[in-house]
């Protein structure tokens, strides 16, 4: 079961900043909080991960809330090519292994 | 260096038969997994395969099947194929092993099945 929920689907203006929020109420200590994103008729793209901090790297920065219970993924300065599904997912540990459990996505619209 | 790769890119089958698809990892990797994405059900963990072993497996009926070869190439094999089989099978490749690493996942464009 999706340990994610996500907004179905958001707009928002070319070269502004977008804000996708996640929540993972459920979320475990150990387990970390993923990004990837899908082009249409492309595979998942990876953004993003973090545990507890913040993170930022050259696509994206993730905001997770001090109890983690949420976080956010913002794209600094939107463009009309971040069209997309966003997801949101959770690592699992599993024995000596791991486990991203996917949620439905947001649909992220840019408009020019 | 190249990606992964996924062949073919689209397949047409009829109820009952059964189908191979393929998955070359980027070079080096030896971890891939396997996914089914549908409209109704989003993207699905079908199995992960680590050094030719099957190491998680999700919760798909044994007609979904899958190896890996010495290569780290990998194929998943579906029989008696349903309508419900239609769908985008994606498949991922990383570089890390167990805990290891960050986890990222590298997709290939995926297989489009479809079942008349």
């Known amino acids: 079961d999706a340990k994610t929920t996500q907004p179905p689907s958001m707009d928002c203006a070319e070269g502004r900043a977008a804000n996708l929020p996640c929540n993972h109420s459920?979320?475990?200590?150990?387990?970390?909080v993923y990004w990837y994103r899908q082009i249409h008729s492309q595979g998942p793209q990876y953004i993003i991960h973090?545990?507890?901090?913040?993170e930022t790297n050259e696509m994206a920065s993730l905001i997770i809330t001090e109890d983690r219970k949420s976080s956010t993924l913002i794209l600094p300065h939107a463009t009309l090519r971040d069209t997309a599904v966003y997801y949101c997912?959770?690592?699992?540990?599993?024995?000596?292994?791991?486990?991203?459990?996917w949620g439905a996505g947001t649909k992220l619209i840019i408009k020019p | 260096k190249a990606g992964v790769t996924q062949t073919p890119r689209y397949l047409i089958k009829t109820r009952g038969q059964q189908v191979t698809l393929s998955c070359s990892p980027i070079s080096g990797h030896r971890s891939v997994s396997w996914y089914q994405q549908t409209p109704g059900q989003g993207l699905q963990f079908l199995f992960e395969?680590?050094?030719?072993?099957?190491?998680n497996k999700g919760n798909f009926p044994g007609r979904f099947s899958g190896r890996q070869f010495s290569n780290s190439r990998s194929e998943m094999n579906v029989s008696t194929l349903e309508l419900g089989d239609s769908a985008l099978y994606l498949c991922?490749?990383?570089?890390?092993?167990?805990?290891?690493?960050?986890?990222?996942?590298?997709f290939g464009p995926g297989t489009r099945l479809t079942v008349l």
């Open positions: 991922a490749s990383s570089g890390t092993s167990g805990r290891t690493g960050r986890g990222e996942q590298f």
């Open positions: 459920t979320i475990s200590g150990n387990e970390y």
């Open positions: 973090g545990l507890k901090n913040n």
């Open positions: 395969y680590f050094s030719e072993t099957q190491r």
């Open positions: 997912i959770v690592r699992v540990a599993m024995d000596s292994n791991y486990q991203l459990i």
